[in-house]
């Protein structure tokens, strides 16, 4: 099993920035370490929709239109860690943010990801 556990969510004013982490534990995290971990976001109301991507071995990302040029992945192998640092934020950035972790690029951009964070609340006030 792996085991995900976000943090770093919170209120913040359009504009300003917030930092998400996420740290990966378990016995066979190891395996999903030669794959891929990523983010996602679910509004109210709407689907959950795919935010970045990072491949945990060499460091290549994939962003959402949405967010592309605003919010940056990157990860911290000592640690276990991914990021997802939020510049620019948006009224429409609110969402509960999930990390996700997976072994494929395709199913982790699909959304079919074996593992899921329990997910974290950022605010976004106008």
């Known amino acids: 099993q792996v085991q995900l556990v976000e943090s770093g969510g919170g209120l913040v004013q359009a504009g300003g920035s917030l930092r998400l982490s996420c740290e990966a534990s378990?016995?066979?995290?190891?395996?999903?370490?030669?794959?891929?971990m990523g983010w996602f976001r679910q509004a109210p109301g709407k689907e959950r929709e795919f935010v970045a991507t990072?491949?945990?071995?060499?460091?290549?990302?994939y962003y959402a239109a949405s967010v592309q040029g605003r919010f940056t992945i990157s990860r911290d192998i000592s640690k276990n860690t991914v990021y997802l640092q939020m510049n620019s934020l948006k009224p429409e950035d609110k969402a509960v943010y999930y990390c996700?972790?997976?072994?494929?690029?395709?199913?982790?951009?699909?959304?079919?990801?074996?593992?899921w964070g329990q997910g974290t609340q950022v605010t976004v006030s106008s």
């Open positions: 990072i491949s945990w071995t060499g460091g290549s990302t």
């Open positions: 996700a972790a997976d072994r494929k690029i395709a199913t982790m951009i699909s959304g079919k990801c074996d593992y």
């Open positions: 378990g016995r066979t995290f190891s395996t999903y370490a030669m794959g891929f």
